[in-house]
């Protein structure tokens, strides 16, 4: 019995992980959503699981709403925002060397959590510039 309940669950953490496959970002109600199987507090449970095992990082990308996005040490990057469509967008070449460089000597950079805002490609031709 406790064999399965176990495996039970590694099937569902299993489940959440797959869907950073095909998704780069996901909301905890994207997530909720595309598991309808799988209830809410579960997938909250989980996400903190795998947040505090470092396998996914949390983000705060749109104000007042968490992202997650799997973590992965060959594919760091920083974040870029449609402010219309909420399109997000990787940005690479942002290295800590080069932030390091526009600070203070006596400032150390330990890790960089950056979020660009504008409109995407597809969102231009439809809004006028800020
Ligand atoms: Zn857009
Ligand atoms: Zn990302």
């Given at each position: 019995?406790?064999?399965?309940?176990?495996r039970?669950?590694?099937?569902?953490?299993?489940?959440i992980?797959?869907?950073?496959?095909?998704?780069h970002?996901?909301?905890?109600?994207?997530?909720?959503?595309l598991?309808?199987?799988?209830d809410r507090a579960?997938i909250y449970r989980n996400?903190?699981?795998f947040?505090?095992t470092?396998?996914i990082?949390q983000?705060?990308?749109?104000k007042n709403?968490?992202?997650?996005e799997r973590?992965?040490?060959d594919?760091?990057h920083q974040h870029?925002?449609?402010r219309?469509?909420?399109?997000?967008?990787k940005?690479?070449g942002?290295?800590?060397?080069?932030i390091q460089?526009k600070?203070?000597?006596d400032?150390?950079v330990?890790?960089?959590?950056?979020?660009?805002?504008?409109v995407?490609?597809?969102?231009?031709?439809v809004?006028?510039?800020?």
């Open positions: 019995m406790y064999l399965v309940m176990v039970k669950y590694s099937v569902k953490r299993q489940r992980l797959q869907l950073f496959e095909d998704h970002i996901l909301t905890a109600n994207e997530i909720v959503r598991l309808p199987d799988i579960t996400l903190k699981y947040v505090e470092g396998e990082r983000l705060q990308i749109q709403v968490m992202s997650y973590f992965n040490p594919d760091m870029f925002l449609c219309n469509c909420n399109k997000v967008l940005i690479y942002i290295d800590k060397n080069y460089s600070l203070p000597h400032v150390n330990e890790f960089i959590d950056l979020n660009v805002i504008g995407c490609d597809e969102c231009s031709s809004l006028k510039p800020c």
